[in-house]
């Protein structure tokens, strides 16, 4: 089983709709979640963190966590064609290190003017 | 600001040659970390650093080797380059108690 698993996309939204993405994880140790944006042949980028349960909110953004469930997930509100790019979920995991990053595979977002 | 600083940005290997990916970090962290990543995929763990003189393997290690003599450089050496290890190469780094890794711009290598 991967340790961080995400739908590949693509995923398609037109401009101004809600983008949902959504990421499980198999350690149930992990203390850290991130969500990285990436743009063709760019590096990754922090977009949001979140450690705790529940809802965080950053602008257009919120990312959810659900310990229990081993989910997390990004919703990307009135979403804009600057906001089509790669979404990398990465979670701080304990296996074979207390600091080591995990990323899924990513999902491909496409927000359509 | 400087951040994660990697060289050089491309390559071109011939299939046995040698090369060493050169990462330095200006932030004074702790924690560095050397993935790759294919095309359409995510980011895969090679080697892994908790601080200078410490290194250790992560899911990926198999063809390449790493030192960590400085809190600033983790290099990342290819000793037989195979055409697997074709690939984009980011070097990150981040600080103490589990916070963001911040990336390098990449070095895209091709092993021809």
């Known amino acids: 089983q991967k340790e961080v698993e995400q739908n590949s996309g693509p995923l398609s939204v037109p401009e101004g709709a809600i983008a949902s993405l959504n990421c499980t994880y198999s350690d149930r140790g992990s203390q850290s979640f991130f969500w990285y944006r990436q743009y063709s042949g760019k590096s990754p980028e922090l977009i949001m963190f979140?450690?705790?349960?529940g809802d965080k909110e950053d602008g257009r953004f919120t990312a959810q966590l659900n310990k229990a469930s081993q989910y997390v997930s990004l919703l990307i509100r009135d979403s804009q064609p600057s906001d089509s790019a790669t979404y990398l979920c990465?979670?701080?995991?304990?296996?074979?290190?207390?600091?080591?990053?995990?990323f899924g595979t990513g999902t491909r977002l496409t927000v359509i003017p | 600001n400087a951040g994660v600083t990697q060289t050089p940005k491309f390559r071109i290997l011939k299939i046995g040659q040698s090369m060493t990916l050169q990462c330095t970090q200006d932030?004074?962290?702790?924690?560095m970390y050397w993935y790759r990543q294919d095309p359409g995929m995510g980011l895969k763990l090679i080697y892994y650093s908790v601080g200078a003189g410490i290194t250790d393997k992560g899911e990926v290690p198999n063809g390449y080797n790493v030192s960590r003599s400085t809190t600033e450089d983790f290099p990342l050496r290819l000793e037989l380059a195979a055409p697997s290890q074709t690939s984009v190469y980011f070097c990150?780094?981040?600080?103490?108690?589990?916070?963001?890794?911040?990336f390098g711009q990449g070095t895209r290598l091709t092993v021809v």
């Open positions: 932030m004074n962290h702790n924690y």
């Open positions: 990465a979670v701080r995991g304990v296996h074979g290190g207390a600091n080591n990053l995990f």
């Open positions: 979140i450690y705790s349960n």
């Open positions: 990150a780094s981040s600080g103490q108690g589990g916070t963001e890794a911040f």
